[in-house]
């Protein structure tokens, strides 16, 4: 059994839950409504807050779920692949993905801050 078959759906997962946090994460900041009370609110932040206690603990706890199935599934459906150049792939995805989601939040927060 090759040694990479799990290390492979990790990446894969880790990847998706990266990208997931950046996303939600501007979302939530982006997509606000007018609240009864005639102050915006931002339903996405509502909804993590009442499901989870805090927004924040809401979108960890989304991360890991989307995380774990999706390291399973890959594991279970992507088994077989046994390509040494696909690991080292994945590996340089998983970087440029936590680069790119790690600036982009920077900017979004620096832009936010400023505007």
Known sequence: MNKHYFTRSIIIGAIMAIV???VITIT???????GAD?????????LLKSLHGHHWVGKGIWAVGLFSVTTIATFLVNYKNQDERSLNLLIA????TLLVGT???LVFNIYEYLA
Do not use: A, N, Q, R
């Open 20 to 22: 997931f946090v950046v």
């Open 28 to 34: 939530g900041e982006l997509y606000k409504i007018t």
């Open 38 to 46: 005639g102050k915006m609110v931002s339903p996405i932040k509502d």
């Open 93 to 96: 995805l998983l970087t440029t």
């Open 103 to 105: 600036f982009t939040l």
